[in-house]
């Protein structure tokens, strides 16, 4: 390939980056004498030569012997044959070479070793110091990559990316401006931990991380740096790997934290009796703390009152607040801190899954959500939807439960007014719900698939659902900048950090 490599300095960090295991460069002078150095950065700023120290499962050749390029070249055909691809580049003198191979395990790395063996090229395996591709020679003596067309393939060949990366929006943040340190994490080791566990959950690797935190233009790394400086780059993974256990551990006991949710959420469905319209907010305003809470993986989070109404689909503040004293009243929910200045109240669901059901209740009748949970009509009433409405679904419910009763009936199993009753059933008969006559009530069985399947189509339930989303996700992009004006942050796009 061309000299473009080694004509730009930020190609040549990230690079370098890919291939050490630490930030500290091997200075070499131009007698060939070296000493431990400054860093990457300092090193690429100011054109000399160096060395980096590369991870242990990076298999490198610096091939100083002529007479064995033919074997070198055969070397690399074999292992490009067994799907490796290694970044080999003309070091300078003339019939020098270096080879630099990422292995995706020790039994793969030997495996390289046995096969140089063959070749006559053991002797040239290094495992100390190593010129990255594209950095300066130490005479500088023209160098040049060989194997690869542009730095994309290089990288990507090394193990590294230079693409944007996969990961929430909450966790680049705290990546790259330490976001929460101070507020929510005390120090730069919580925050580390916090960042890991993201890191886990999202499938990002150890080394990966490790790459990615050292960067200094990462403010998040910080506790990372302080610790390969005073410690060393062996003991920071090896702490960082310990950081990833505990994430291991978090994650198993947040599997419990679901199943207790789920159980929860069951017997909030399928359970127990509300009553009346209040009583169909509590549920429902309670599914909206059980969301928040899944997605904090814990039983204990925080969650503004707006957010909450949102979720439950509830116009006023004032409703939810006074649902959430109930809830708190009916030993569902306790309430941890009180919201302050720009952090939302702290809440914690009170949940133990083998008893559940006979502390919060129960009822003789399955009067929420118990029928045609397959159909829209349903799951949207429930989740915020119109649809049937709230009071349509546990009326449907008991008579498909039931059979065929009176309005009196309908409105004592449900804990609904008669006037809300009577109501509900006019609106359900003039859709085909329902049947009525010498005024008992019942469903409409011949017809009810159908007219559900109608229902949503003319409506537009299914289709209020996809609005639902986006404007949802509208709100809450909308939110999301008011905190990050209200820091004085600008929203942009996050790389992988050690390519910036």
């Not at 950095?135 to 990559?145: A, E, M, T």
């Not at 233009?217 to 993974?237: D, Y």
């Not at 919201?339 to 939302?344: D, E």
């Not at 083998?354 to 009822?363: D, E």
Request: with cysteine; proline share 2%.
């Amino acid at each position: 390939m061309s000299n473009k490599v080694a004509e730009d300095p930020e190609i040549i960090k990230k690079i370098s980056r890919a291939i050490s295991i630490t930030d500290t460069v091997l200075e070499i002078n131009e007698d060939n004498t070296a000493k431990i150095g400054c860093s990457i950065d300092r090193a690429v700023e100011r054109n000399i030569s160096f060395a980096v120290k590369p991870k242990p499962l990076m298999f490198i050749l610096d091939l100083d012997e002529i007479d064995l390029i033919g074997n070198f070249n055969l070397f690399c055909e074999e292992i490009k044959g067994m799907g490796c691809d290694p970044v080999v580049s003309e070091s300078g003198t003339p019939g020098h070479m270096h080879l630099i191979c990422k292995t995706d395990s020790n039994s793969q790395y030997e495996l390289l070793s046995d096969i140089s063996k063959r070749f006559n090229l053991d002797k040239s395996i290094r495992r100390n110091f190593i010129r990255p591709p594209g950095s300066p020679h130490r005479k500088k003596l023209p160098i040049r990559i060989v194997s690869h067309n542009n730095a994309l393939q290089i990288l990507e060949a090394l193990g590294s990316y230079s693409g944007e990366i996969d990961i929430p929006y909450t966790l680049s943040r705290k990546i790259k401006y330490a976001d929460g340190l101070g507020v929510r994490y005390k120090s730069g080791s919580e925050l580390t931990q916090a960042i890991v566990n993201q890191s886990y959950n999202n499938g990002i690797g150890v080394l990966q991380l490790y790459d990615i935190l050292r960067n200094p233009i990462n403010k998040g790394g910080e506790a990372l740096r302080s610790r390969i400086k005073s410690k060393g780059s062996k003991s920071a993974i090896r702490w960082l790997e310990l950081s990833y256990n505990k994430a291991a551990q978090y994650k198993s006991s947040s599997e419990d934290i679901i199943y207790k949710l789920k159980v929860l959420e069951s017997v909030l469905i399928n359970d127990l009796k509300w009553t009346g319209k209040s009583g169909l907010t509590d549920r429902d305003l309670m599914l909206a703390h059980i969301l928040v809470a899944r997605k904090s993986m814990s039983l204990k989070y925080k969650a503004s009152l707006r957010m909450l109404a949102s979720i439950a689909n509830i116009g006023s503040l004032i409703t939810v607040r006074k649902s959430n004293e109930r809830l708190q009243e009916m030993g569902f929910l306790k309430k941890l801190k009180k919201s302050k200045g720009n952090l939302s109240n702290s809440w914690e669901i009170v949940c133990n899954e083998s008893n559940t059901i006979n502390t919060m209740g129960g009822c003789d009748y399955n009067v929420s959500f118990a029928r045609h949970l397959h159909s829209e009509a349903f799951a949207w009433a429930l989740g915020g939807v119109r649809g049937l409405g709230k009071a349509g679904v546990p009326v449907m419910d008991v008579l498909a439960l039931e059979g065929q009763l009176r309005a009196s009936e309908v409105a004592s199993r449900t804990g609904l007014s008669r006037q809300t009753v009577y109501r509900v059933l006019r609106r359900l008969l003039d859709v085909g719900f329902l049947l009525s006559k010498d005024r008992i009530w019942e469903i409409n069985w011949d017809k009810i698939s159908l007219q559900l399947k109608n229902y949503c189509a003319e409506t537009g339930i299914t289709t209020a659902k996809e609005n639902l989303i986006r404007i949802r996700r509208e709100e809450s992009r909308i939110n999301r900048n008011k905190v990050l004006s209200y820091h004085g942050c600008k929203k942009i796009k996050i790389e992988y950090a050690q390519h910036e």
